[in-house]
């Protein structure tokens, strides 16, 4: 199983940026679909997860209402949408897999990971 994690970077407070994750390898389905991310000297935290029809979705409280996760099924790609990025989201983001169709937000509801791509939000 692979995830490939891509479209990080740096960008201004205010600033937006889309990742995306490509999921390969993992036919056991449904499976729910999770974004985390660590900041330096802090512990990974949950930020997103998306139960398998997409129907719904579960978010940190502190990234509520400026990012948005989405899934394209048939391209077994998951989304993340960052918008009014702050300093404080600056972290490696991972995506993983849920271990069923049900879109947990601890880290033990996750079989695999991602390798993670870095958003830096900085002037």
């Known amino acids: 199983v692979q995830l490939q994690a891509s479209g990080g970077g740096l960008v201004q407070p205010g600033g937006s940026l889309r990742l995306s994750c490509v999921v390969s390898?993992?036919?056991?389905?449904?499976?729910?679909l999770g974004w985390f991310r660590q900041a330096p000297g802090k512990e990974r935290e949950f930020v997103g997860g998306i139960a398998w029809t997409g129907g719904f979705t579960k978010y940190a409280d502190s990234v509520k209402g400026r990012f948005t996760i989405n899934r394209d099924t048939a391209k077994n790609t998951l989304y993340l949408q960052m918008d009014s990025l702050k300093p404080e989201d600056t972290a490696v983001y991972y995506c993983a897999v849920g271990r069923s169709s049900y879109a947990g937000s601890n880290s033990v509801d996750y079989r695999y990971w991602g390798q993670g791509t870095q958003v830096t939000v900085s002037s």
């Open positions: 390898g993992y036919t056991s389905t449904p499976y729910a």
